[in-house]
């Protein structure tokens, strides 16, 4: 077994899905297959239960599984110790909202890069709901994230701006209003598109609870910019950072609710396992983002 097929595994022992872990590792999925095929084969254990609908880890899966985890990381470390002339080389990986990553991650990219054009660097767009996640399952380096109320202990962040929540309309909406002024919300009969999961849907859950409202969900979905085009689209009421409505192409076809009180800002920074920080690669970008950051 090499690193290449440590990590293989390792993105589908944190994914749980075959068709997301082959799009992730470019590969098919019967190559996917080969793959971990090869390693119940070497290792002599069945490392995954699989069904139409299912995957999971063995009792021998997790174990092998710390110990992808062990080798990738004491890999990543004998590479930066035996870097000639302070030159490093390997792959980083970075997951952030599509947002991040032509609004936030552009100038620290460009810096890395001309610093370190050695490094190959793995840039993963998606939910910025699943940042930590990814992080904490070990699938990336680094990631753009929001600060949540509970920071990890496990998890170092360094703020690189902040940005509103903020409630958001389509112009021509028809929402209910309650009393005279023209932007307080009838919440009891406006529909609201609500976040999957993560941080905006944790604190839109505690912003009704303050008020007694039970809200008329209209549509669960992920991802702000899915959020932004079903208010586009007139469907209700949603709530998103403004700074990704600022980069929306359909910013034009969106308003900013004047709701009060009003949610409480997104600290956005950069996030890494405490860890992982001896990595090299990752130590490095971390001062650069640093510079950028202004500390």
Not at 34 to 49: A, H, P, S, W, Y
Request: hydrophobic share 45%; glycine share 6%; with cysteine.
């Amino acid at each position: 077994m090499d690193i290449r097929e440590l990590k293989i595994f390792r993105q589908l022992a944190s994914s749980l899905h075959y068709g997301r872990t082959s799009r992730a590792c470019n590969m098919t999925p019967s190559a996917l297959t080969r793959t971990i095929q090869r390693l119940e084969n070497e290792v002599g254990e069945r490392l995954f239960l699989r069904d139409n609908r299912s995957v999971a880890l063995t009792t021998a899966g997790e174990a092998f599984r710390e110990y992808a985890e062990d080798v990738i990381q004491r890999w990543a470390e004998l590479q930066g110790r035996l870097a000639v002339d302070d030159i490093l080389r390997g792959d980083i990986s970075i997951y952030c909202s599509v947002t991040a990553a032509y609004g936030i991650l552009p100038r620290i990219l460009s810096r890395f890069r001309e610093i370190y054009p050695e490094v190959h660097i793995n840039l993963q767009t998606g939910d910025a709901a699943r940042a930590l996640l990814k992080l904490q399952n070990q699938e990336v380096d680094l990631t753009i994230a929001a600060l949540p109320d509970k920071q990890p202990e496990r998890i170092r962040f360094m703020k690189l701006t902040e940005t509103p929540l903020v409630f958001i309309a389509s112009l021509d909406f028809k929402y209910k209003t309650a009393g005279r002024h023209a932007q307080a919300v009838n919440w009891l009969e406006t529909p609201v598109i609500m976040p999957e999961h993560g941080l905006s849907r944790e604190r839109l859950n505690r912003w009704f609870a303050d008020k007694n409202i039970i809200p008329v969900i209209y549509a669960q979905v992920a991802g702000n910019e899915a959020i932004i085009a079903m208010v586009s689209l007139g469907c209700g009421i949603g709530v998103v950072p403004e700074l990704v409505l600022e980069k929306s192409p359909l910013r034009d076809q969106i308003m900013i609710l004047d709701v009060r009180p009003r949610l409480r800002p997104f600290s956005i920074g950069i996030c890494a396992m405490r860890k992982n920080l001896a990595n090299p690669k990752v130590k490095a970008f971390w001062a650069i983002a640093r510079e950028e950051a202004g500390e």
